[in-house]
């Protein structure tokens, strides 16, 4: 709720500090007294444009500065903007010659667009031209859900979730598709990538044994030549007897010794050993030499194995391990690739079932508005009777529109305000009495499920007079046991019924034209029911008349 309002250098203003209260307040005064100035001041705090036009003649700059409760419902708001949140909600706004604009949640600095933002959840101005919120189409739907309880907002929330589900599977569902290509030609690489790997049939440590078969080969003429020399002096005769027929003789005359002198014994076991092992060393290069490869065809194989080798290393890893790795990579990538596939076929599927579903889900919705639609079309004429609107057609329309998180209906205000008349949309409502009635009606509707904590109406009484204005005056009380009410009023059947009266008044002061507001005691109400009655000051059947609309308000 508004608590306090201070207006400083505004339009006629000079300064004007105001304490409110729960409950039903009015103001009155005579007409181009002020009123609609405070109202002005007040939605200038609420984000409304600026205009240098606003600022008192002669001064530099204006200042609204406003004190609220803090409904919950801004809480989030306010925490999301990083707001200090406290008992209290303080909102500034100046206003500069210079053009500079300046505003203040608690002390810290916003754009005007927040405070637009924030305004709409703290105030409701519903003026002849201001009826900021039941005018805005977009928000119809939302009132007839709300208007229809836990059945109708259970049932959307779960449209909107069928909804955002079916939203996502076709997003996914079109992203893969968009891939199509891209995900054939990545299919045709890995395919490839795989199979050049594979047909390789790599071996950890493969190269290396390679690389020694290479040399190997390389030097094959050295390796033999030499070995057969080496053979031909140890076992064939050339100049010279063969180096194991030598050491056979050194034996055999060692042999010979020993009859004469045991301590040869040892030696000559070495030379015996010796022989045996060059007999046998012998015999085995006899045998790699029989057994040699001499292919001239290997060492080509082998240095072709190596190439690939070596250009699968450029391409995949640096060692046949990390290219075996790499291979289990990318077999698993391809296997994603060739399931996504499928996986197309089967969000197509979801998504026709999800599709199906939710059209079944919306058309139930319908049914459901249709139904509560009827409800409120028959209390809001209900309340338009009781406001001298005998005759008024309500229509809570239902079109059609595109699927949606809301589902398939699009839903306008209609109203014939006059017998005859064909169904307007409520926007186009010319009267700005008439446009009054129908906002509070509205708002006696909704009571149960607005939110907004405030309520302002300027003059919504206009053109009423007499039964009318009584069941007006009682229709704003009723809203005042759930909202803070402020009416502009003329009427002194509404200002009786008003808990709190706040008197405006234009006056001069040094030659200078200033606006000043005052909370009215219980005598100086009376003598502002008897201005507004026609009557002056003093007359007692005006005053015994104006006692007697406060004493019938007070027990109504």
Partial sequence: MLKELQIRDFALIEQVHLSFYEGFSVLTGETGAGKSIIIDALSLLLG???????????????????????????????????????????????????????????????????????????????????????????????????????????????????????????????????????????????????????QAKLRVGEEAELVQQQQRLANIERITTTAESVYARLQEHTDQPPLYDQLAQAVTELSSLTRYDSKIAPVLELFNQALIQLEEGSRDLRQYLEEFDRDPEALEQIENR?????????????????????????????????????TIEKLKTEEEAINRELAGLAGELRQKRRHYAKILQQQIEKHLADLNMEGTRFEVRITDQPLNETGIDAVEFMIAPNVGEE???????????????????????????????????????????????????????????????????????????????????????????????????????????????????GQEATAAHAKELLKQANTS
Avoid at 464 to 490: D, M, P
């Fill in 48 to 198: 409304a444009r600026a205009s240098l036009e606003m600022i008192r003649t002669g001064c530099e700059r204006a200042v609204v500065e406003g004190v609220f409760s803090i409904p919950q419902p801004v809480c989030p708001l306010l925490a999301e903007w990083g707001i200090g949140i406290d008992s209290e909600l303080i909102i500034t706004r100046e206003i500069h010659r210079s053009g500079r604009n300046r505003c203040w949640l608690n002390g810290s600095l916003v754009t005007v667009n927040q405070l637009s933002q924030l305004g709409r959840a703290l105030v409701d101005i519903l003026g002849q031209h201001d009826h900021q919120s039941l005018l805005d189409v977009s928000r119809h739907l939302d009132m007839l859900d709300a208007f229809g309880g836990a059945e109708l907002q259970d049932l959307r929330r779960l449209v909107a979730d069928r909804h955002q589900k079916y939203i996502e599977i076709k997003r996914e569902r079109e992203r893969l598709q968009n891939q199509e290509r891209e995900r054939l030609v990545r299919i045709d690489l890995l395919q490839f990538q795989i199979n050049e790997i594979d």
């Fill in 306 to 342: 190596l190439a690939l080798l070596r250009t699968l290393k450029r391409k995949y890893g640096e060692s046949e391990a990390a290219i075996l790795a790499y291979a289990d990579q990318i077999r698993q990538e391809l296997e994603v690739l060739l399931e996504s596939e499928i």
């Fill in 423 to 537: 169904l307007k949309p409520l926007a186009k409502i010319a009267s700005g009495g008439e446009m009054s009635r129908v906002m509070l009606a509205l708002k006696n509707c909704l009571v149960e499920i607005d939110r907004i904590p405030a309520l302002v109406f300027d003059e919504v009484d206009s053109g009423i007079g007499g039964r009318t204005a009584r069941s007006v005056a009682q229709k704003l009380r009723h809203l005042s046991r759930q909202f803070q009410v402020f009416v502009v009023t003329h009427l002194p059947v509404v200002a009786s019924f008003a808990e709190h009266h706040y008197y405006v008044e234009k006056h001069e002061k040094d030659g200078r034209t200033s606006v000043s507001v005052t909370l009215l005691d219980e005598q100086e109400r009376i003598d502002e029911l008897v201005r507004m009655l026609g009557g002056q000051s």
